[in-house]
């Protein structure tokens, strides 16, 4: 037992090792006692230095600061999303976009973008709303197809997710032609970007993550016995399919507001669980809050990248990819046993 | 591989054809009330400008410091003379060759908010921005102007507007000046002549073309020439082989990007068919000069006439 609370501890501290150094680099240099100065500052702990730009200032506080706070949680909103389906559907292919998240999201985003424009509503901007709601209503109807009575077998869960995806990349396909203008800026938000998430994003992220991890936390040891096979585990006290329908609406419902502010960035969710795994094993109580906080290194490495590495910014969807790819190769190629 | 075709298109098209959303919003230029000068230079501040998305920025004083993201913000800025004042120009803004040596802030899609901000300037340039980043230059308090004209009379009004914040007005007149001559002047000597059918091609696989709403359909329609899809449903419709064999175009078009030569066309499966092809009329356009709307989006306009009716500019 100490054991796992000195694991979850160390992937939380060096998670903030992590989020300190990244907060050093960008396409700005800024010095890193000056780093420190601007946070102390802005705490109070020291007085209003004149020597450091009101720029400067605000690229550290207002620009990296709450990026680098997003990229984590996004990351392991992903990543504990991706552990919960991988246990529910026992299915090692299985990520947060499987039962047509995504497709849902990016329909949404589609039509914000097409008809809202900028337009915002309960000073929420229409397209954040619009994806969110999309990603949610994805997976209940995905949910409403499969249910035989008060079943929900996993195959016709699976299918029916990937026959709506289909279905709704194809109405956006669609929309793309008939609205070509809108074209670049559909594609943007469909690559997933960090790009300019500021407090606001952050602040609204923030809840859902967490009450997120808290909620699938407490289903933890529900979810190991359901690894076993559902009839084992409901022999053994647990009712599987109320279960299976809390992570579901769970899960939707965190990685829908993820998805809403950050586009669609793929792979977290699917290699982090299983590169956790290696180092914890399966039991959910552990897998789950080092996950999150690996899922949230891994982004928060892979946006920094995005943002510095060349003057334009890179979609950190597309970092994820090519980092993720050969990342899980290796991993996969050195335990093929032990993955999942 | 179809994925990545769409992806090289869309860069494509963001190279070149910097400015296709629809917006219904006029560029308007509203001096404020008190009309108290305080520059040297001939526009009145504090200014108050509505941009391209209907925003309202208002200018206390003459921006110094200039940032453009867009290549034809960037050559608006040099024709009106004030390119020494450009401190962050993007990663495509390759005319006139002195922007080449501007620092870089990032592209069109993915400009560098950390680069923008830390080059302080008075005033950035832009055509669409995410509702994020624009939050957060706002919030860093520089004036952000989206700049995305839509025609070639939106084009003279962003020449206006961007001529008035960067205190060139009067430079922005003689420039929209000379360039509706030089418009009014092509339309003049070509109307006399037979208008001719017309396709321009932008990709070849898929083939897609120029529809109603696009720039390029207009200077085809000024040069007195008939878009053979300007009955099409979008701005950048795909255009199928059967449908362009039985319009049968007098002339085609394409952009000179390097993803193709003229032999490459004129070896196309069912082109000897067309007219234009049979009798050569393929004319390979520079992307920049057609697409851009700025000072030489003109000469794209005398290109494409000079492709259509030759012979109306014998002789000029």
């Known amino acids: 037992m100490r054991n796992k609370k000195t694991i979850i501890a160390l992937s939380f501290i060096s998670m903030l090792g992590f989020a300190v150094i990244n907060l050093s680099i960008g396409a700005v240099k800024v010095d890193f ?20 730009s009101q720029s400067t200032k605000y690229i550290i506080l207002d620009v990296r600061l709450p990026r680098i706070i997003a990229s984590y949680f996004v990351g392991g909103t992903l990543a504990i999303s991706g552990v919960a389906y991988q246990g529910l559907l026992k299915n090692p292919m299985a990520d947060p976009y499987i039962l047509g998240i995504s497709s849902g999201a990016a329909f949404g985003a589609t039509i914000s973008i097409v008809f809202f424009g900028g337009i915002k509503i309960l000073g929420i901007a229409s397209i954040n709303l619009t994806a969110f709601i999309g990603a949610v209503l994805v997976v209940f109807i995905v949910y409403n197809i499969a249910k035989i009575g008060n079943d929900v077998p996993i195959t016709t869960l699976l299918l029916s997710g990937i026959a709506m995806s289909q279905f709704l990349a194809a109405l956006m396909a669609v929309m793309m032609l008939l609205f070509g203008e809108s074209l670049h800026i559909i594609i943007h938000w469909t690559m997933g970007s960090l790009s300019g998430k500021g407090w606001d994003k952050v602040i609204s992220l923030i809840p859902y993550s967490l009450a997120g991890l808290a909620v699938l936390l407490y289903l933890s040891r529900d979810m190991d016995l359901m690894l076993l096979g559902d009839e084992n585990a409901n022999n053994l006290g647990v009712n599987s399919e109320r279960v299976k329908k809390t992570i579901l609406f769970t899960t939707s419902i965190i990685t829908g507001a993820a998805v809403a502010i950050s586009g669609i960035i793929g792979f977290v969710g699917l290699i982090v669980p299983h590169a956790v795994r290696i180092f914890t094993g399966p039991r959910h109580k552990i897998l789950l809050p080092v996950s999150f906080n690996a899922g949230g290194i891994l982004l928060m490495f ?37 993955v999942f | 591989m179809k994925k990545l075709m769409a992806f090289v298109l869309m860069f494509v098209l963001i190279f070149s054809v910097v400015g296709c959303r629809n917006n219904d919003a006029q560029t308007t230029t509203t001096p404020a009330e008190n009309t108290e000068s305080t520059s040297g230079d001939n526009a009145v501040f504090p200014l108050t400008v509505t941009d391209s998305s209907g925003r309202t920025v208002t200018f206390e004083k003459m921006p110094e410091k200039l940032v453009s993201a867009v290549p034809s913000n960037t050559e608006i800025i040099y024709a009106l003379g004030k390119g020494n004042q450009l401190v962050g120009v993007s990663v495509y803004c390759n005319y006139p060759e002195e922007a080449l040596s501007v620092n870089k802030i990032g592209d069109y899609n993915g400009p560098n908010l950390e680069l923008i901000i830390d080059s302080k300037p008075d005033v950035f340039f832009a055509a669409w921005l995410s509702e994020e980043v624009l939050a957060q230059l706002e919030g860093a308090g520089i004036p952000v102007m989206l700049i995305n004209p839509t025609n070639l009379e939106e084009t003279y009004q ?29 339309m003049q000597i070509t109307k006399g002549y037979q208008a001719k059918t017309v396709f321009y091609e932008i990709w070849h696989d898929p083939l897609m073309t120029v529809g109603p709403g696009s720039f390029i359909n207009e200077l085809i329609t000024m040069s007195n020439g008939i878009n053979i899809a300007q009955d099409a449903e979008s701005a950048y419709p795909e255009y199928s082989l059967e449908l362009l064999i039985s319009k049968n175009p007098q002339v085609y078009m394409t952009s000179d990007d390097g993803f193709k030569t003229p032999e490459d066309i004129f070896g196309r499966a069912g082109y000897e068919n067309i007219e234009a092809i049979r009798n050569g009329q393929v004319f390979m356009l520079h992307p920049d000069i057609t697409s851009r709307p700025g000072p030489r989006i003109i000469d794209g306009l005398e290109m494409i006439a000079k492709a259509i009716h030759p012979e109306a500019f014998e002789g000029k």
């Open chain 1, 33 to 52: 006692m000056d780093i420190i100065r601007i946070i102390m500052e802005r705490l109070g702990a020291i007085p209003f230095q004149n020597d450091i």
């Open chain 1, 302 to 338: 892979c946006d920094t990248l995005a943002r510095s590495i060349i003057t334009q910014e890179i979609p950190v969807g597309i970092v994820t990819a090519i980092l993720g790819g050969p990342f899980f190769i290796f991993l996969l190629y050195k335990k093929k046993r032990e």
């Open chain 2, 158 to 186: 962003s020449i206006q507007d961007i001529g008035d914040i960067i205190g060139s007005s009067k430079e922005a007149e003689e420039l929209i000046g000379s360039m509706r001559g030089k418009q009014e002047n092509i």
